[in-house]
Nanobody, 122 residues
């Protein structure tokens, strides 16, 4: 069992920056492929970014590629999402998730955090 806790959400101005964190606890939490998803009101949850368990490969949705950066520190069992040049359309609840099979948008995500709200103001 792995528990995921997100933090770092809040209000950010368009063009600013924000870093989200996802702390994992439990057995072998550092060996899962990790990803960030988001869900805006009235929209389906969507994949944002993913990273392999060892941090060697990353994947991004086209809408955030070049503006967001996913990374992880396995020693701290923490995954990060650096949000740069945010846009109003990036406002959503952001969730981190852990996959035990596959990674990126096609991973099988079996553990989820509770989410953290990011609101981008114009």
């Amino acid at each position: 069992q792995v528990q995921l806790v997100e933090s770092g959400g809040g209000l950010v101005q368009a063009g600013g920056s924000r870093r989200l964190s996802c702390a994992a606890s439990g057995r072998n939490g550092e060996y899962y492929h990790m990803a960030w998803f988001r869900q805006a009101p009235g929209k389906e949850r969507e994949f944002v970014a993913g990273v392999m368990w060892d941090g060697t490969r990353t994947s991004y949705a086209d809408s955030v590629n070049g503006r967001f950066t996913i990374s992880r520190d396995n020693g701290k069992k923490t995954t990060y999402l650096q949000i740069d040049i945010p846009e109003v359309g990036d406002s959503a609840v952001y969730y981190c998730a852990a996959s035990n099979h596959g990674w990126g948008p096609d991973g099988r995500y079996v553990y989820w955090g509770q989410g953290t709200q990011v609101t981008v103001s114009s």
